[in-house]
């Protein structure tokens, strides 16, 4: 009897054993990525680094650019330090209107301007203190207005720089040209002093202002 029982014990103990679990050694969390999937992400990240580069690279070169207003030509609209995303394409599409705001190159100068269309091709123009008139009619100018009214309340003009000049005495617009001018009218270095500007001299249309955050807003075009 007693050795009978003695197998039973051996045979539950063996049996007891036999089921017990394997010892787990780590996880598949822990299992290191496969050699052949990492390169395959390498070379995912690779490609969407080159795709957005050359994305900038477009956008930058040819659709939109930015700019940063240096100087009060264009006060009381735009400031020193604000920044502006700048249309370049759409003068390939279109020729300039009068009123909208354009970046334009100096070569003279070396450096790029920010200001106002205020006559194209063809036109003639005219500046006689805080009136303009082009093709003999005087235009409307609602983004100064309120500067020109201020001025007239304190006895005085808003402009004192007047068009023609003896530098530029033809007040027709050539051809291919436009002519600007800056909406702080008697601090502005514009077509005034440096003439009529060619086409091909516009970088594009200042769109947007995107800096600072809280200035950030469409930019009208009258």
């Known amino acids: 009897m007693e050795h009978d029982k003695q197998n039973e014990n051996r045979?539950?103990?063996?049996?007891?054993?036999?089921?017990?679990?394997?010892?787990?050694?780590?996880?598949?969390?822990?299992?290191?990525?496969p050699p052949k999937k990492k390169k395959s992400e390498a070379k995912e990240w690779i490609k969407a680094i080159v795709v957005?580069?050359?994305l900038?690279?477009?956008i930058?070169?040819?659709?939109?650019?930015?700019?940063?207003?240096?100087?009060?030509?264009?006060?009381?609209?735009?400031?020193?330090?604000?920044?502006?995303?700048?249309?370049?394409?759409?003068?390939?599409?279109?020729?300039?209107?009068?009123?909208e705001v354009v970046v334009l190159k100096v070569p003279s100068q070396n450096r790029d301007f920010i200001k106002r269309i205020i006559a194209v091709g063809g036109d003639t123009v005219k500046v006689d203190g805080d009136t303009v008139t082009v093709n003999g009619k005087a235009i409307s100018e609602p983004y100064i207005q309120a500067a020109i009214d201020h001025a007239h309340a304190q006895g005085s003009t808003y402009n004192i720089n007047n068009f023609p000049t003896e530098q530029i005495p033809d007040?027709?617009?050539?051809?291919?040209y436009v002519f600007v001018m800056g909406d702080n009218r008697s601090n502005s270095?514009?077509?005034?002093?440096?003439?009529?500007?060619?086409?091909g001299d516009i970088?594009?249309?200042?769109?947007?202002?995107?800096?600072?955050?809280?200035?950030?807003?469409w930019i009208n075009h009258y």
Request: net charge negative; hydrophobic share 40%.
């Open 171 to 176: 007040g027709k617009v050539p051809q291919g």
């Open 52 to 54: 957005a580069l050359v």
């Open 60 to 99: 930058r070169g040819f659709l939109f650019e930015p700019f940063i207003v240096d100087g009060p030509s264009m006060q009381p609209n735009f400031y020193t330090g604000e920044r502006v995303i700048v249309n370049k394409i759409l003068y390939d599409i279109r020729d300039p209107h009068p009123g």
């Open 11 to 33: 045979a539950e103990a063996a049996q007891t054993a036999s089921v017990e679990e394997p010892v787990i050694t780590g996880s598949p969390e822990s299992e290191q990525t």
């Open 56 to 58: 900038v690279i477009i």
């Open 189 to 199: 270095q514009d077509s005034r002093m440096i003439g009529y500007v060619p086409l």
């Open 203 to 217: 970088i594009g249309r200042a769109d947007v202002i995107f800096w600072p955050l809280n200035k950030a807003e």
